[in-house]
Antibody
């Protein structure tokens, strides 16, 4: 079955960096757009970034633009999120989610999430 | 961009129907057919229940239906069941090629 497993979360100090990974299985990873979405503790969902199947197109929420970089390795069925200059407000559960072949417009399924905590 | 606007909470009794609204602008909900809805139970990852305004993925109950009029999308759950108690989020593609979520609606089944 389709499965997404995130890893790489943890505790990091403000200004620090972290790299999240998402490993996909059960579908042709290289065919699909992929997204990162986050959820701060007790808060709602916030879209973070997407990447097209061949990495040609990427986009970011204004709140992370210039600090986060999305990438993928289709040979390893893996999605990444490099997070630099982390702030307290980046504290959240980060989910990876599969999208369509032709665009990022909806998310199905989602991984279980990985918690990122930014605190001194 | 500001989040899409959803009511913070709605409630209904078992067997009743409820509707959750999702209001955006002509730059998101009003301009695209790419409105989707997600159900999230406590401590779980969200689950897609509606895509492209009104389409249900395979396996999602037909008690869930949705529509759009102008800048407002709506999710209706009919025949409410206890298991429907969850948070619900709408999402839309935007004219800046980004995605937006609503603030979420907590559904309580009385």
């Amino acid at each position: 079955q389709v499965q997404l497993v995130e890893s790489g979360g943890g505790l990091v100090k403000p200004g620090g960096s972290l790299r999240l990974s998402c490993t996909a299985s059960g579908f042709t990873f290289s065919d699909r757009y992929m997204n990162w979405i986050r959820q701060a503790p007790g808060k709602g969902l916030e879209w973070v970034s997407y990447i097209s199947s061949g990495s040609t197109y990427t986009n970011y929420a204004d709140s992370v633009k210039g600090r986060f970089t999305i990438s993928r390795d289709n040979a390893k069925n893996s999605l990444f999120l490099q997070m630099n200059s982390l702030r307290a407000e980046d504290t959240a559960v980060y989910y990876c989610a599969r999208a369509q072949q032709l665009g990022p417009e909806w998310f199905d399924p989602w991984g279980q999430g990985t918690l990122v905590t930014v605190s001194s | 961009q500001s989040a899409l606007t959803q009511p913070a909470s709605v409630s209904g009794s078992p067997g009743q129907s409820i509707t959750i609204s999702c209001t955006g602008t002509s730059s998101d909900v009003g301009d695209y057919k790419y409105v989707s809805w997600y159900q999230q139970h406590p401590g779980k990852a969200p689950k897609l229940i509606i895509y492209d305004v009104s389409n249900r993925p395979s396996g999602v109950s037909n008690r869930f239906s949705a529509s759009k009029s102008g800048n407002t999308a709506s999710l209706t759950i009919s025949g409410l069941q206890a298991e429907d108690e969850a948070d619900y989020y709408c999402s839309s593609y935007t004219t800046t090629s980004t995605l937006l979520f609503g603030g979420g609606t907590k559904l309580t089944v009385l």
